[in-house]
Nanobody, 126 residues
Framework: QLHLVESGGGLVQPGGSLSLSCVASGFTLEDYGIGWFRQAPGKEREGVSCMNDSGARTYYADSVKDRFTISRDPAKNAAVLQMNSLKPEDTGVYYC???????????????????RGQGTQVTVSS
């Protein structure tokens, strides 16, 4: 069975950190571009960060630059989104995608990616 499963979400105070993980099953995630997207209540889906298959190119939304970092954990066949200095506006459901043809500079949530996880809730609140 081929799929992605996210974990690591939760409730955190403003200024705190969370590390989201996206584990792939049934395929080698290193062969794919990866992306993280989020959807907040009442808002459109937003591309948070994307990386191409080689890792040479990355994209970050302006709202998360210098706070979030996208990376891979090959040993776990996973993608990671390290989120620091979290703000209430970072609240939402975060989900990951994977596709060989993913273009980081586009990082659009509406694209038809080959694999998409179910999402993990992140809530930033005091």
């Amino acid at each position: 069975q081929l799929h992605l499963v996210e974990s690591g979400g939760g409730l955190v105070q403003p200024g705190g950190s969370l590390s989201l993980s996206c584990v792939a099953s049934g395929f080698t995630l290193e062969d794919y571009g990866i992306g993280w997207f989020r959807q907040a209540p009442g808002k459109e889906r937003e591309g948070v960060s994307c990386m191409n298959d080689s890792g040479a190119r990355t994209y970050y939304a302006d709202s998360v630059k210098d706070r979030f970092t996208i990376s891979r954990d090959p040993a776990k066949n996973a993608a990671v989104l390290q989120m620091n200095s979290l703000k209430p506006e970072d609240t939402g459901v975060y989900y990951c995608v994977a596709d060989r043809l993913l273009i980081p500079e586009l990082c659009i949530p509406e694209a038809d990616y080959k694999y998409r996880g179910q999402g993990t809730q992140v809530t930033v609140s005091s």
